[in-house]
């Protein structure tokens, strides 16, 4: 369906990119001495097996400057309006192209250094390989920011008690885990919450686990902030 997460497919159908350009590149973004940066909209950089996107996707969007020392360390400075909406993804997305049944274990570590003003939340975005199931993982949120779908109710699951959301975005089912407290570093049983949902709920079932994301849905920042990625890293087997 698509050959490359410079977008989220949420965005696909929505015609947003035009208006995301034009206001991109509106401010200077602060220097970065690191071994990558870009304010490009759609910049990608890859270095070990991940690949890094700037993502700035949505509509309304100000400037924002990715910039990496590896897939491990990275961060990006946003300057998007105080209005709604999400304007931004940027994330490090590692492949994994394998069923369910056939993986032993997934999981994720990460350490974080975000902003306490703002708009946002701080997130895994989890793909099927035919893009028809995300499942989003908030790890922590700041500001006016929701979980598409309804609430399911709570579980305890891959390490961390969660609110389970179900929805759609018009294009694919969502499930959105909320933790319920938030947490700037944490290691995440990513194959034990993929089991449940299609164990235990039968949302779906020996799906192609595909993109395994993570990063920051941004939905205003203005004046510019500062999300620093100190650690991240995926594992599976």
Sequence with gaps: MRTALRKKPRMLLLGLAASAAAAVGLAAAPAYAAAWSSSDQWATWSNGGYTL?????????GPQTIWANSYSNWGVWANHPNTGGVKSYPN?????????SALHSVSSSFDVTVPSSGAYETA??????????????????TGAVGPLGTSQGNVTVGGSTWTVYRGSNGANAVY???????????????????NWIKNTKKWFGDITLGNVQFGYEITSSSGGLDFTTNSFSVSSS
């Design 124 to 141: 895994y975005d989890i793909w099927d390989t035919g893009n028809a199931y995300e499942i989003m993982l908030w790890m922590n949120r």
């Design 92 to 100: 490090a997305t590692r492949y994994v192209g394998k069923k369910l």
């Design 53 to 61: 996107y700037n993502d700035v996707w949505g509509s309304g969007a």
């Design 176 to 194: 959105s885990f909320v933790r319920s407290s938030n947490t700037s570093s944490s290691t995440v049983d990513v194959l034990a919450v993929l």
